[in-house]
């Protein structure tokens, strides 16, 4: 086997409580300090266009990234999941810088590496493998890859947990609870409890590779025989619970398609794939892949398929969900302000003794986001500005506390996986026939 590069490369993964509190209120600080105490008051009173961006120096916003991509874990897919909205909500300096977040976590040593290695294969290990790079091809919040050759010529992704990681998990969301009530991010009155338990319960599984694995089978079982699509086959004699062995496969993340060497076809076409993929999910499979990364969806223009990675955060969706699902999309593709609001409440969105004001209001934006839901022979989101729109009125709306509750965790995991996929299209200036893919879905 090639022998191992030099081990100073690498940041070793922060442990413990307090080290990883200091690293998350350190990156707190430069977050708070590249908006300024003008930039939130204006971002406060500004109303559409131009002026509800976000102005982080892109120096607080290196910082900001590169602390969290220190830290890894919980508190690095925090990052991540600002970075999905970046283009339309921070400046293009800034939303670049975050972007990095996407695919990008510092690495860890050599000897570090070598000791999570020996604890999950054995002494000895090495002698499985007739090529190992212990460069990493990847790394993200909580783990890092390895392209491999097996003895038996099986050419292989590992994917390698960092040391306490998992341990961390519950300290990391205490942490992010107590810096947002101690700096007010949710509005008055809404108790953000159940959303940190149920990150708490998401992180956990997806630190076990053993459930992921399964998850990954039970998915490509569903898939079949899909030609657009591919599944890693998961390779069990070398996975663990913390390395988890896949067979290695080529591609670039889906993002990168919205640069310049790609046709508009080639955008629309995975942009769509990708949206009727998790209709399928919603409606068909009850099982969603639910982490909107775009590092987690390759596109091999070799083969054009996409390949489909990362099935720690897979959920199952309950028949009852996937009805009251429907019955919300019907409602927003009738233009039905009453069916929405049952949709709404169905799905806890609003609660039963909200002010008709505020119950108007919210139903009303619902209704300003199903705007592609209604757009017969497809949706241009290259042209659209709605995205910025939903933004600015519901940011309106938070500094209103119009917003008094959440609704159930498992529907925020499903909504964030939905909004992932518009703004994928987004990114992609894709057009998207999304009223055409969802009506065989619907009743009637």
């Not at 500004?46 to 890894?72: N, Q, V, W, Y």
């Not at 590092?295 to 720690?312: E, H, K, M, Q, T």
């Not at 925020?412 to 998207?432: D, E, N, Q, S, T």
């Amino acid at each position: 086997m090639n022998k191992p590069e030099s081990p100073t490369a690498g940041l070793a993964v922060p442990r413990g409580r307090l080290s990883r509190f200091w690293h998350l209120g350190r990156a707190s600080a430069d977050l708070i300090a590249g908006v300024g105490v003008r930039g939130m008051v204006e971002l406060a009173r500004s109303k559409g266009s131009e002026s509800s961006r976000i102005h982080l120096s892109p120096e607080a916003t290196r910082r900001f990234t590169d602390r969290l991509a220190r830290m890894r874990g919980a508190v690095m897919k925090m990052g991540q999941l600002m970075s999905l909205d970046g283009a339309d909500v921070l400046t293009p300096e800034a939303a670049e810088i975050l972007a990095a977040l996407r695919d990008r976590a510092e690495p860890m040593p050599l000897s570090q590496l070598m000791v999570v290695l020996d604890a999950e294969y054995g002494p000895g290990w090495q002698r499985q493998f007739r090529r190992f790079a212990f460069t990493p091809i990847a790394a993200a919040s909580i783990g890092q890859v390895h392209r491999v050759e097996t003895r038996d010529g099986r050419h292989l992704a590992l994917k390698i947990q960092f040391p306490g990681v998992r341990e961390s998990i519950n300290s990391d969301i205490d942490n992010l609870a107590f810096l947002g009530r101690t700096l007010g991010l949710a509005p008055r009155g809404m108790d953000l409890g159940p959303l940190f338990a149920e990150a708490r319960r998401q992180l956990h599984r997806e630190a076990d590779y053993h459930a992921e694995a399964d998850s990954l089978e039970q998915y490509a079982a569903l898939i079949g025989a899909d030609g657009d699509f591919r599944v890693p086959a998961v390779h069990r004699d070398l996975s663990t619970a913390r390395v988890l062995a896949m067979d290695f496969a080529e591609g670039v993340p889906v993002d990168r398609l919205a640069d310049g060497d790609y046709r508009r076809a080639e955008r629309d076409r995975v942009a769509s794939l990708l949206t009727r993929l998790a209709l399928r999910e919603l409606f068909e499979f009850g099982l969603a892949q639910t982490d909107p990364n775009f590092g987690n969806f390759l596109y091999d223009a070799n083969s054009g398929r996409i390949v489909l990675l990362d099935f720690g955060a897979a959920q199952g969706i309950p028949p009852a969900l996937a009805a009251q699902y429907r019955a919300l999309a019907a409602a927003a593709v009738a233009d039905d302000p009453v069916g929405l609001r049952a949709g709404a409440l169905a799905l806890g969105y609003i609660g039963p003794d909200d002010p008709l004001d505020k119950v108007t209001a919210l139903v009303e934006l619902i209704r300003l986001s199903s705007e592609v839901l209604r757009a017969e022979g497809g949706y241009d989101f290259g042209t659209s500005r709605l995205i910025e729109r939903v933004f600015n009125r519901g940011r309106d709306l938070y500094f209103e506390d119009a917003f008094t509750q959440l609704p159930n965790p498992s529907v925020m995991f499903l909504h964030r996986k939905f909004v992932g996929i518009l703004m994928l299209c987004r990114r992609l200036r894709a057009r998207v026939d999304l009223a055409g893919m969802l009506r065989p879905y619907l009743p009637g």
